[in-house]
Structure formats: C-alpha cells, structure tokens
C-alpha cells in the first residue's frame, strides 16, 4: 500500500514553521530585551518569527 500524497515528507522539506516552541520563543524573547528574570514561561505572549 502506498502513502497518499499528503502525507509524503518531501512536501514539508523546506516549508517556513508559523509555530515556535517554547525555548525559541523564550530566546526571541531575550533577543528582543522583552523577556524579565524570573518570569514563568508557562503563558507566553504569542511571537512571529524574523525575517
């Protein structure tokens, strides 16, 4: 039985994530000088990736 088209990896190769995990965001946080000593990073502001 063979995969459906969908569900092949090579489409997603390469594809742009619109979804951070939480580390990423807690660094892009950082990065940008929004991120305070001691914060929980259970409830973290949504973030869009740069460029």
């Known amino acids: 039985m063979s995969k459906h088209n969908s569900l092949k990896s090579s489409a997603t190769v390469g594809g742009k994530r619109s979804v951070l995990k939480r580390f990423e965001r807690v660094k892009l ?5 929004e991120w ?3 914060r929980s990073p259970v409830g973290l502001p949504k973030t869009k990736q740069e460029g």
């Open 29 to 33: 946080l950082k990065a940008r000088g």
């Open 36 to 38: 305070k000593a001691g």
